[in-house]
C-alpha cells in the first residue's frame, strides 16, 4: 500500500490544520491507521490512531481534544483535524498503516508534510 499525506503548511497560533492521507489499494478500509510526527532534533512520535471503521481512535500525545482523526473509506483517506495549534505542534507529520489498532507500530508509511506553527 502507498500513503501520501498532503495538507501541511505554516499557520499562526491558535490556528487550525487539516491533513489529509490517500492510501492506495483496495484494501484500506481493513487497516487501522495512524498519524506520527516529527520535530526537528526529536524523535518520531506516535500522535494517534483510528480503527478499520472509523469507530473508534486514540490519542497518545496530550492533545487535549485539539486533534480528531476521521476517516473515509470509500475514499481510501485518513484525516488528522488540527485545532488550536501550537508552536510545538511543529513537526513532519505522517500517516501510517498500522500494525494493529492500539500498537503504534507502522506497517507501512507515508512520505510526511510539514506543519510549522508560529507564535
Known amino acids: 500500500v502507498q500513503l501520501q499525506a498532503f495538507g501541511g503548511g505554516l499557520v499562526q497560533a491558535g490556528g487550525s490544520l487539516r491533513l489529509s492521507c490517500v492510501a492506495s489499494?483496495?484494501?484500506?478500509?481493513?487497516?487501522?491507521m495512524g498519524w506520527f510526527r516529527q520535530a526537528p532534533g526529536k524523535e518520531r512520535e506516535f500522535v494517534g490512531g483510528i480503527d478499520w471503521s472509523g469507530d473508534s481512535t486514540y490519542f497518545v500525545v496530550p492533545v487535549n481534544d485539539r486533534f480528531t482523526i476521521s476517516r473515509d473509506n470509500t475514499k481510501n483517506t485518513v484525516y488528522l483535524q488540527m485545532n488550536s495549534l501550537k508552536p510545538e505542534d511543529s513537526a513532519v507529520y505522517y500517516c501510517?498503516?498500522?500494525?494493529?489498532?492500539?500498537?503504534?507500530?507502522?506497517?507501512?508509511w507515508g512520505q510526511g508534510t510539514q506543519v510549522t506553527v508560529s507564535s
Open positions: 489499494g483496495r484494501t484500506f478500509s481493513t487497516y487501522a
Open positions: 501510517a498503516v498500522l500494525a494493529s489498532y492500539g500498537l503504534a507500530i507502522a506497517n507501512h
